[in-house]
């Protein structure tokens, strides 16, 4: 979010947050310039957390926009690598 609001110029952010099957996903999308890369300073460091998490980190922001970037992380509390992020009361 933070990347979007200070670098797209976009008029428009959608975020979306669900979780199928012992995934978290999280879907950022924006309607603004594009041309962000991954491993540029604002993503690269999400990107490795996420990796660290066995999880995956998938950009596509082309020239023009738009930009849509996808998490995946496991969320079970079987896996090693996560500590209650998927909770339910």
Do not use: Y
């Not at 995934?23 to 660290?52: E, F, H, I, N, Y």
């Not at 023009?64 to 009361?89: D, F, I, M, N, Q």
């Amino acid at each position: 979010m933070t990347n979007a609001l200070k670098h797209s110029r976009a008029q428009r952010v959608e975020v979306e947050i669900r979780q199928p099957g012992g995934m978290l996903l999280v879907r950022v999308t924006d309607d603004g310039v594009g041309g962000a890369r991954a491993d540029g300073r604002g993503l690269s460091g999400p990107a490795r957390r996420v990796a660290a998490h066995d999880g995956r980190f998938d950009l596509d922001s082309p020239a023009g926009g738009p930009t849509t970037l996808r998490v995946e992380l496991p969320c079970a509390w079987s896996w090693p690598k996560t500590t209650h992020c998927c909770a339910r009361a």
